[in-house]
């Protein structure tokens, strides 16, 4: 019996491989229905994939370390290396893996009685705010009575650092701004002069102190860095005291005295030559930059400057920055920026203007604050010195005043709408403008309406950090903090004013680390009882509904795969009560793959083929499926809106188990059920 069938070459058999790919690609091109079921099965399956090995990225790293052992030694494969998955842990409550508990006491006593519970509300949401933008970070944050006393506790999980955990909650100021009462601070009592002495002498011997006790251990780890200041920054004295020593490297042998206090100082280094500029600038921000009111689009913003840049030379570039930029008064300071060193302004700002030649004028440079034309007028050289100092504070006469010399206005913190830093015209130092709301503003134009010619002080946290003295009345809704501010305090003021004033000053009373000791023990025990569980409806499934109860069954592994990668993605915190909610939404997602399944085996003893009754029962099963769903998701809704943090993790961890289990139920059982109608179709007793 002869053989019929074709001989092919070596090279037929060889290029098999490329027409397999060739007509797998025209197949994706052109899909078939069945077709387009692969398709559904292969995203399905890298999405499992994916989602697994973020999971558990030690089994990928595992392989991929053994693969590339494998691969040493072909030398064509040795550049093929598979690199290690990324990596992100998961983030556990305070209940599960430990944390710093907190009790603050709070000074209600300028409160009225039946107004303190909603300040101290205000507190805590003040306090969740800071630690817990996205609501899932489960801070447990409460307030409770004890007699005349409110105290508050914070507890932060996975923070076993008290100071970090303070430095997490912030000092949040308390600003207010007051007008003089019947004392003036020119005019203290001998009582008061007496206190005023005491203090600065405390003081001045504080610094005594501390210099003698650096001087015997020659070191300065206490000392603050303030890096280079130059003659007309805000540490101007102390340059003076600098630029006269300047020989004199290390700790100084003397406590320097400035206007505000005493400085135990040490001089790191100088530089003598530094270059200082004289510059001007054009703005024109955009909607969304920093510090930006106009509504101006970033492409429109850009357009602008360009125009701007081939019109403007050195001979008008006031006049035209008097006319188009958008910085707060360049209409009458024409942009001008003062003489300023390296340091002082943002660096892309700052590398831009210091490239420039006298009299030349920069192309467009962009910022935080947006698009700049600069002009370099003038250059100069001048000494600059590095300094770290302890510092301490003198006392001055506002400082003891007494409750008579400032008085109340009403005027606070929760009137700030925003607070941003500037520079000073003048003298190119920092300072922190603060923008009122409309309540705000009204009240300001008012105290200062009344004021004219008098003092009005802005105190935070209780001491009074600037006293201007009122020359009109201000019906704009803005104020300056000035003072002796780097840029860095300046910027972090603005930050914490921003953050959210404290209705009422807070005191910590104790700090106390927690131990997650009894929390991997709980967190054992309910994975435990998950993976039980778990099992117990898997087995139920398959010995129920047969074929259907396997395919669910994978389908509920895709599920649970996705929904812990998307909690380490977000990241959602997970507590006892988060774990409870993620096994919840398992039991969820059981229950439309049972509601789908009894509708197809109705279809099935109606006499309907199999893939029209796989059709059918979904159709039919999702109304109620849409319906259940979507009341539970209302109650997470109502849950995370109106509950506290503890409760909001039990909310965010069900409403997302709710959202996978229907992708899980509608699209990877219908997809699995497709994929095996056509051979399942001679075996309905899988499906009976």
């Given at each position: 019996?002869?053989?019929?069938?074709?001989?092919?070459?070596?090279?037929?058999?060889l290029?098999?491989?490329?027409?397999?790919?060739?007509?797998?690609?025209?197949a994706?091109?052109?899909?078939?229905?069945?077709?387009?079921?692969?398709?559904?099965?292969i995203?399905?399956?890298?999405?499992?994939?994916?989602s697994?090995?973020?999971?558990?990225?030690?089994?990928?790293d595992r392989?991929?370390?053994?693969?590339?052992?494998?691969?040493?030694?072909?030398?064509?494969?040795?550049?093929?290396?598979?690199?290690?998955?990324?990596?992100?842990?998961?983030?556990f409550g305070?209940?599960?893996?430990?944390g710093?508990?907190?009790?603050?006491?709070?000074?209600?006593?300028?409160?009225?009685?039946?107004?303190?519970?909603?300040?101290?509300d205000?507190?805590?949401?003040?306090?969740?705010?800071?630690?817990?933008?996205?609501?899932?970070?489960?801070?447990?944050?409460?307030?409770?009575?004890?007699?005349?006393?409110?105290?508050?506790?914070?507890?932060?999980?996975?923070?076993?650092?008290?100071?970090?955990?303070?430095?997490?909650?912030?000092?949040?100021?308390?600003?207010?701004?007051?007008?003089q009462?019947?004392?003036?601070?020119?005019?203290?009592?001998?009582?008061?002069?007496?206190?005023?002495?005491?203090?600065?002498?405390?003081?001045?011997?504080?610094?005594?102190?501390?210099?003698?006790?650096?001087?015997?251990?020659?070191?300065?780890?206490?000392?603050?860095?303030?890096?280079?200041?130059?003659?007309?920054?805000?540490?101007?004295?102390?340059?003076?005291?600098?630029?006269?020593?300047?020989?004199?490297?290390?700790?100084?042998?003397?406590?320097?005295?400035?206007?505000?206090?005493?400085?135990?100082?040490?001089?790191?280094?100088?530089?003598?030559?530094?270059?200082?500029i004289?510059?001007?600038?054009?703005?024109?921000?955009?909607?969304?930059?920093?510090?930006?009111?106009?509504?101006?689009?970033?492409?429109?913003?850009?357009?602008?400057?360009?125009d701007?840049?081939?019109?403007?030379?050195?001979?008008?570039?006031?006049?035209?920055?008097?006319?188009?930029?958008?910085?707060?008064?360049?209409?009458?300071?024409?942009?001008d920026?003062?003489?300023?060193?390296?340091?002082?302004?943002?660096?892309?700002?700052?590398?831009a203007?210091?490239?420039?030649?006298k009299?030349e004028?920069?192309?467009?440079?962009?910022?935080?604050?947006?698009?700049?034309?600069?002009?370099?007028?003038?250059t100069?050289?001048?000494?600059?010195?590095?300094?770290?100092?302890?510092?301490?504070?003198?006392?001055?006469?506002?400082?003891?005043?007494?409750?008579d010399?400032w008085?109340?206005?009403?005027?606070?913190?929760?009137?700030?709408?925003?607070?941003?830093?500037?520079?000073?015209?003048?003298?190119?130092?920092?300072?922190?403008?603060?923008?009122?709301?409309?309540?705000?503003?009204?009240?300001?134009?008012?105290?200062?309406?009344?004021?004219?010619?008098?003092?009005?002080?802005?105190?935070?946290?209780?001491?009074?950090?600037?006293?201007?003295?009122?020359?009109?009345?201000?019906?704009?809704?803005?104020?300056?903090?000035?003072?002796?501010f780097?840029?860095?305090?300046?910027?972090?003021?603005?930050?914490?004013l921003?953050?959210?004033?404290?209705?009422?000053?807070?005191?910590?009373?104790?700090?106390?680390?927690?131990?997650?000791?009894?929390?991997?023990?709980?967190?054992?025990?309910?994975?435990?009882?998950?993976?039980?569980?778990?099992?117990?409806?898997?087995?139920?499934?398959?010995?129920?509904?047969?074929?259907?109860?396997?395919?669910?069954?994978?389908?509920?592994?895709?599920?649970?795969?996705?929904?812990?990668?998307?909690?380490?993605?977000?990241?959602?915190?997970?507590?006892?009560?988060?774990?409870?909610?993620?096994?919840?939404?398992?039991?969820?997602?059981?229950?439309?793959?049972?509601?789908?399944?009894?509708?197809?085996r109705?279809?099935?003893?109606?006499?309907?083929?199999?893939?029209?009754?796989?059709?059918?029962?979904?159709?039919?099963?999702?109304?109620?499926?849409?319906?259940s769903?979507?009341?539970?998701?209302?109650?997470?809704?109502?849950?995370?809106s109106?509950?506290?943090?503890?409760?909001?993790?039990?909310?965010?961890?069900?409403?997302?188990?709710?959202?996978?289990?229907?992708?899980?139920?509608i699209?990877?059982?219908?997809?699995?059920?497709?994929?095996?109608?056509?051979?399942?179709?001679?075996?309905?007793?899988?499906?009976?």
């Amino acid at each position: 019996m002869s053989d019929n069938r074709p001989r092919h070459s070596f090279f037929y058999y060889l290029t098999a491989p490329l027409r397999w790919l060739g007509r797998l690609l025209s197949a994706l091109g052109r899909p078939t229905a069945r077709g387009k079921v692969w398709m559904a099965i292969i995203a399905v399956a890298a999405l499992f994939v994916v989602s697994a090995a973020l999971d558990a990225p030690k089994y990928w790293d595992r392989g991929a370390d053994a693969l590339n052992r494998r691969t040493e030694n072909v030398s064509w494969l040795r550049w093929a290396k598979l690199p290690h998955y990324w990596e992100v842990p998961y983030r556990f409550g305070l209940d599960l893996q430990g944390g710093t508990h907190l009790v603050y006491e709070a000074n209600v006593d300028a409160i009225a009685e039946a107004d303190r519970s909603s300040a101290m509300d205000g507190v805590r949401d003040v306090i969740e705010r800071r630690v817990n933008a996205f609501g899932v970070a489960e801070p447990i944050v409460q307030t409770n009575k004890s007699g005349n006393s409110w105290r508050m506790i914070v507890e932060l999980a996975g923070v076993s650092d008290v100071k970090q955990a303070i430095k997490m909650i912030g000092e949040t100021p308390i600003l207010e701004f007051k007008e003089q009462g019947t004392n003036t601070a020119d005019n203290l009592t001998p009582d008061q002069k007496a206190e005023m002495d005491a203090k600065n002498q405390a003081a001045q011997k504080s610094a005594q102190d501390e210099l003698a006790k650096d001087l015997a251990s020659a070191t300065t780890s206490g000392m603050t860095d303030l890096g280079y200041i130059d003659q007309d920054g805000p540490y101007a004295e102390l340059w003076k005291w600098a630029d006269a020593h300047k020989d004199q490297k290390g700790l100084a042998k003397e406590v320097v005295e400035t206007t505000d206090g005493w400085s135990v100082v040490s001089l790191a280094g100088h530089d003598s030559n530094a270059q200082e500029i004289l510059a001007s600038h054009i703005l024109i921000c955009y909607k969304g930059a920093a510090n930006c009111s106009e509504d101006t689009s970033k492409a429109d913003a850009l357009k602008k400057i360009q125009d701007v840049k081939s019109t403007v030379t050195p001979a008008n570039f006031e006049l035209t920055a008097k006319a188009v930029s958008t910085e707060p008064g360049a209409s009458t300071s024409a942009g001008d920026l003062g003489w300023f060193g390296r340091g002082r302004m943002v660096k892309p700002f700052e590398d831009a203007a210091f490239a420039l030649k006298k009299g030349e004028i920069s192309d467009v440079v962009e910022t935080e604050f947006g698009y700049h034309l600069i002009y370099l007028r003038d250059t100069r050289q001048v000494a600059r010195y590095e300094i770290s100092r302890a510092f301490f504070k003198k006392t001055t006469a506002a400082d003891i005043q007494s409750a008579d010399q400032w008085k109340e206005t009403g005027l606070s913190g929760k009137d700030l709408k925003r607070a941003q830093v500037q520079f000073n015209q003048q003298t190119n130092a920092p300072e922190v403008e603060l923008e009122f709301n409309a309540e705000g503003t009204k009240l300001f134009g008012d105290i200062t309406g009344r004021n004219v010619g008098k003092l009005v002080a802005i105190f935070l946290d209780g001491q009074p950090i600037s006293i201007p003295r009122v020359q009109t009345a201000i019906t704009d809704g803005t104020a300056v903090i000035t003072g002796s501010f780097s840029v860095q305090e300046a910027k972090l003021l603005a930050q914490r004013l921003n953050a959210g004033a404290l209705p009422v000053p807070i005191t910590l009373l104790s700090q106390q680390t927690i131990g997650a000791s009894l929390g991997q023990d709980s967190l054992a025990k309910s994975l435990y009882a998950g993976l039980i569980g778990f099992l117990v409806v898997v087995a139920f499934m398959i010995l129920y509904y047969r074929l259907p109860g396997v395919l669910a069954s994978l389908a509920l592994c895709a599920y649970t795969a996705v929904s812990l990668a998307i909690f380490k993605m977000l990241p959602v915190t997970l507590t006892l009560a988060g774990i409870a909610g993620v096994i919840l939404s398992i039991g969820m997602a059981v229950d439309a793959n049972i509601l789908i399944f009894e509708r197809m085996r109705e279809e099935l003893k109606n006499g309907r083929a199999l893939d029209s009754a796989i059709d059918e029962g979904f159709k039919r099963a999702w109304t109620s499926i849409r319906d259940s769903n979507v009341s539970s998701l209302i109650t997470c809704v109502i849950l995370y809106s109106f509950t506290s943090s503890s409760v909001r993790g039990f909310a965010v961890t069900l409403a997302i188990g709710i959202l996978i289990s229907l992708f899980s139920a509608i699209s990877i059982t219908r997809t699995l059920l497709r994929l095996v109608a056509p051979w399942a179709m001679k075996h309905k007793w899988l499906f009976k």
